[in-house]
């Protein structure tokens, strides 16, 4: 038992370090993040990008989602949006025409479908072929991307010949509610951090929107699996094993915004889908198609990592109750604390974190804010583990039925709702 507690120790100590260099490597490798930065200066508009926007129940955003995507500054010619609705929906569909048709929308257009399955992926894969311009481009229901988001993509993905860009997406609600705050920093880390060391390393599982690719690329592999929860992860290493070029740019001014979900369970319905598709994803293999032992590693570690963390919570606390209860020599005592300690480093890191995002993002940063992250890191660690082991069982009983996430345009200030005029003329 003893022997088998030394050999789980080492891998979390390692888990940890490596937790704490993804998180960290966005502020070490200044180099790096410096080169993928947005442009401060842009080229001229030379492609021509289709907006995908999966909507289904999206009554309560929709309207300002697509005035968003509609008031992006660049030629309209150039631009088109599609709404992508089951037939079945008829409010959703009957809000998106309305808008089109009150601004006069000629760029955006409102697509049906009356198969299965009824999940995003195969809405995106019907997108892609009514699509008519070169870049596809991927929102959410709910996104408020920045008005210069196509001429940052144009600029990047001509300047340095990409067939994929990953955006910047950012939670702005973090006092929502008590699990919100943990919640925006994993995407503030991921994003601004962590995102660009998988660059590096030529291994990305894509994010799910603001993401934008080469349509004849996409296309060639058949366009999203309709049959993995996380489509997103799946297309990017799908497409790192091709060897495809893909960027990754963050800048706080540029983030698409979004928001946390609207409660405990829908936070953990989001978990578990994100969870069992990356199970889905490793089964799957493709990750096994990447060039290097090293690209193969990592990936597996980046889609096991929910389980990982569960196993790592679960042994903290049983190492907790051992030292406690059970007498060991002094050394083994003091190695098995390691990973107590790096979960300290960890907490410290997401106070530095908070202050930076609400520096970044003119947020007032209260003094009690530090005591927030240390009061919910541990019920945060517990939802994240029931979401895990959610994901287990749904495997298990192979129930991959989507679980949507409600939006209820938290992230957006009542006071400064999207009102624009005359997009429907050329630019």
């Known amino acids: ?31 790096q993040i410096s080169k993928e930065k947005t442009p401060h200066t842009f080229a001229p508009p030379q492609l021509s990008f289709t907006a995908l926007l999966p909507a289904r129940h999206e009554t309560n955003v929709i309207r300002d989602t697509l005035l968003s ?26 809000a998106a025409q309305a808008v089109i048709n009150e601004y006069n929308l000629i760029q955006c257009r409102v ?4 198969d299965t399955p009824i999940n995003k992926p195969h809405a995106l894969n019907l997108g892609l072929r009514h699509a008519r311009n070169e870049v596809i481009g991927v929102f959410d229901a709910e996104d408020q991307p920045h008005t210069r988001i196509y001429q940052i993509v144009n600029t990047l993905m001509t300047q340095r010949h990409l067939d994929i860009l990953q955006s910047g997406v950012q939670l702005m609600n973090h006092r929502s509610h008590w699990f919100s705050t943990l919640n925006v ?50 297309v990017g290493i799908r497409l790192s094993a091709l060897g495809a070029k893909i960027g990754v740019t963050y800048d706080e001014a540029t983030v698409t915004r979004e928001e946390t979900p609207s409660s405990i369970s829908h936070f953990i319905k989001q978990r578990t889908r994100w969870n069992q598709g990356f ?15 090293s690209q193969k590693a990592l990936s597996a570690y980046i889609l096991l990592t929910p389980y990982i963390q569960l196993l790592f919570f679960l042994f903290l606390l049983i ?5 406690f209860t059970t007498v060991l020599p002094i050394a083994i005592v003091l190695f098995m604390m390691i990973p107590l300690m790096l979960v300290v480093l960890q907490l410290i890191v997401f106070m530095i ?33 029931v979401s895990s082991l959610r994901a287990l069982y749904r495997t298990f009983r192979r129930n991959t039925g989507w679980e949507k996430t409600a939006h209820f345009n938290a992230h957006r200030d009542s006071a400064k709702r999207i009102e624009i005029k005359e997009l429907g003329a050329e630019a």
């Open 1 to 31: 038992m003893i022997i088998l507690l030394f050999l789980l120790n080492i891998l979390f100590i390692l888990h940890g370090l490596s937790t704490l260099f993804w998180l960290l490597f966005a502020w070490q490798d200044n180099d």
């Open 69 to 94: 995507i509609a008031q992006i500054d660049y030629p309209r010619h150039l631009t088109e949006v599609l709404v992508i609705c089951k037939s079945d929906d008829q409010e959703t569909i009957a």
């Open 111 to 114: 697509i049906t479908f009356d």
């Open 185 to 234: 920093l994993e995407y503030f880390f991921w994003f601004k951090s962590t995102m660009h060391y998988f660059a590096k390393k030529k291994v990305i599982p894509l994010g799910g929107n603001t993401v934008f690719f080469r349509k004849q690329l996409l296309a060639s592999i058949g366009g999203w699996d309709e049959n993995c929860l996380t489509e997103d992860a799946d």
């Open 279 to 293: 199970l889905e994803i490793f089964t799957k293999g493709d990750w096994l198609k990447l060039a290097t032992f």
């Open 319 to 323: 190492s907790l109750f051992m030292m």
């Open 353 to 385: 974190g908070l202050y930076l995002f609400c520096k970044a993002y003119q947020e007032p940063f209260m003094i009690w804010y530090p005591l927030k992250i240390i009061l919910t890191f541990l019920p945060y660690q517990c939802l994240l583990g």
